[in-house]
């Protein structure tokens, strides 16, 4: 059972020594500063010591007096032999370390900054669990189960800890001071503090540190945490209402709103197979990188392959989205980018694929696009006799319906072939694939392929079966010639947007071809298909009524109910399905699209108006 972030405000027993109460945080990440900001206004200590420099006092706590708009300090070191050496600290509201500060100075708590002026960033690196199961397991487990299997320890943070401890007892023991520092130091403070330490020699070289506002647009390649987040974590801080969503709930929020920043820019829509793909594709990156959730660049790459790079652009942007950023400050506004800040950075290329605003690019001997002399003027020239479909449109979506019927006798194929150990034949090739997973048997293994008995007679293409009730024009037209399939569709109403006269453009959500033509009969007002339950089980139904060979091609994001199967053994039939999202998302954008004219007269002049 998930348990609420509420858990955070905890300390066992044998984390407070006298009136030293520690608290051991991973650093960067927003679920330690969701517990110690609940921690500090419950406690109200005297002292609160951070693992943090000396020499960033003064600058953190200008940047700290700067929140909720963030800062970054630059800390620069050189020595009489060194290279000049750059360091990077963000100053960001979910980072715990920044929380401490902020939190203690609201309770008039004194600051003690306990590391050593080193000139290296603050914190030694380490690798911590996923914090995103704080949410699972609470915040007093996880540390239980990270100090039951620490990480080896290095001579470094022997040293660190060895001169925090230094600090630590040089304090009013007196006072009740809450120790903020991280969880990879926890143990070795601990023991540090049992006997009296040395005091650390000072860094040899000269430190410079200065203090510079972020650019809004970089600010999530610097920060640990999604700027998005922080944001939504600024509104719970003031008021502490509930508890705060963990990681899983606020990246389905941030992939939700950029699908609706996509759907509004683009005009297309995630679909729900879309939505599916993406939350097995990102479970996978993360389990990848050892992982409960997937990070920004995870998400965004799955937005990318699952749909497209505009949606893997407005993933990022929404999550780069942080409103209390200003691009002008009275520091220096700097660009910063993930290489200058850490290590072992990834990158990743978007290219957009918008509608290009500029006309000069166009070739000049295009025609501009013909528009209404008053508005009105098309919708008066609808005549209501007849309907009838764009041929050039036709010859596209007979094309992909042959393709579908091949990549189904393919599957079929594919699904009846048999491999075997080579004996005496070579059958029908060598398979590479099994060859090579046996090798060590020292066997070739051939294929023996099956070729389908049969066609495919018709073909079921559903973007989407309209649970919602968004396509709500029903027709059915037939071929017009012997090479032309009779079609049943449903789709967006084409004549509210029409874009010439007596020409409307409407947007599948499913359709039915089937060969030879001149045979169907109404599919949406047949009484026979009455048992369907969806626009795309009507449509299936008639596919298996109407096809005159075996096979049945139905491409969906899902697979039909298992009656559908029955009802086809029963007609001899047989469904083939095809997942949608194996098939090309820009074909399918492409051959969505449809055109209604009213009437024939309407295809003199339609190519004017259908680019």
């Excluded at 300090?73 to 500060?101: H, K, M, Q, R």
């Excluded at 189904?408 to 398979?431: H, K």
Aim: with cysteine.
């Amino acid at each position: 059972m998930r348990r609420d972030l509420e858990a955070g405000v905890w300390l066992p027993q044998d984390l407070r020594r006298g009136e030293f109460t520690y608290f051991p945080v991973v650093p960067g990440r927003l679920e330690f500063a969701v517990a110690l900001r609940r921690k500090i206004l419950k406690m109200r200590p005297r002292v609160v010591a951070v693992e943090l420099p000396g020499c960033f006092a003064g600058w953190l706590l200008e940047g700290v007096q700067r929140l909720p708009q963030m800062s970054v300090i630059l800390c620069t070191s050189a020595g009489e032999e060194e290279e000049e050496n750059a360091v990077y600290y963000p100053i960001e509201p979910g980072d715990p370390f920044v929380e401490a500060v902020r939190s203690g100075l609201e309770v008039g708590a004194e600051l003690l900054f306990l590391e050593p002026d080193t000139g290296q960033r603050p914190h030694l690196p380490s690798v911590y669990p996923d914090t995103a199961a704080v949410g699972f397991l609470g915040l007093e487990r996880y540390v239980e189960l990270y100090r039951l299997f620490p990480p080896p320890r290095t001579a470094g943070i022997e040293s660190h800890a060895s001169a925090l401890a230094w600090k630590l007892q040089g304090a009013d023991s007196g006072a009740p001071t809450l120790i903020v520092l991280s969880l990879n130091l926890l143990e070795a403070v601990l023991e540090a503090m049992e006997q009296p330490q040395p005091e650390p020699r000072p860094a040899k070289s000269r430190l410079e540190v200065s203090l510079l506002n972020p650019h809004p647009d970089c600010l999530a390649e610097i920060t640990v945490e999604i700027p998005w987040v922080q944001e939504k974590y600024l509104a719970w801080r003031e008021t502490l209402e509930g508890n705060f969503p963990d990681r899983a709930r606020l990246q389905y929020e941030l992939l939700k709103e950029a699908g609706e920043n996509y759907e509004a820019i683009t005009g297309d829509r995630i679909s729900p197979w879309q939505r599916r793909a993406l939350a097995v594709y990102t479970r996978n990156l993360a389990r990848t990188d050892g992982d409960l959730v997937a990070s920004l660049y995870d998400l965004t790459l799955a937005a990318r392959a699952v749909v497209d790079d505009n949606y893997a652009w407005e993933v990022w942007q929404t999550a780069n989205r942080y409103f209390p950023q200003q691009d002008t400050s009275d520091l220096q506004t700097v660009r910063l980018t993930a290489e200058e800040v850490f290590l072992n950075t990834r990158k990743i290329k978007i290219r957009r694929r918008l509608p290009r605003p500029k006309q000069l690019t166009r070739p000049t001997n295009l025609k501009p696009r013909k528009k209404e002399g008053r508005p009105g003027e098309w919708a008066e020239q609808l005549g209501g006799n007849a309907i009838c479909s764009y041929p050039p449109e036709d010859l596209v979506i007979e094309d992909y319906g042959r393709y579908l019927k091949q990549k189904a006798r393919s599957m079929i194929s594919e699904e009846r072939s048999r491999v075997e150990p080579f004996t005496t034949t070579l059958a029908d090739g060598i398979d590479i694939r099994e060859t090579i997973r046996n090798w060590h048997q020292g066997k070739i293994y051939v294929r023996h392929a099956q070729r389908a008995a049969g066609e495919a007679g018709a073909v079921v293409l559903i973007f989407d079966e309209d649970r919602e009730g968004r396509y709500r024009y029903l027709t059915t037209w037939l071929g017009e010639h012997q090479n032309e399939s009779d079609m049943a569709f449903y789709s967006t109403p084409p004549f509210d947007h029409l874009v010439g006269p007596g020409i409307g453009r409407a947007e599948y959500g499913g359709l039915l071809m089937t060969l030879p033509p001149r045979r169907m009969f109404d599919v949406w007002t047949d009484p026979d298909y009455d048992f369907a339950e969806t626009k795309a089980e009507r449509l299936l139904m008639a596919g298996l009524d109407y096809s005159l060979d075996r096979y049945v091609v139905y491409v969906a994001a899902r697979p039909p109910r298992s009656i559908f199967r029955s009802i086809a053994s029963h007609l001899g039939k047989q469904i083939v399905y095809i997942p949608l999202g194996q098939l090309s998302p820009s074909k399918l954008k492409k051959i969505r699209i449809v055109h209604v004219l009213d009437g024939y007269h309407r295809r003199e002049i339609a190519k004017d108006y259908i680019w």
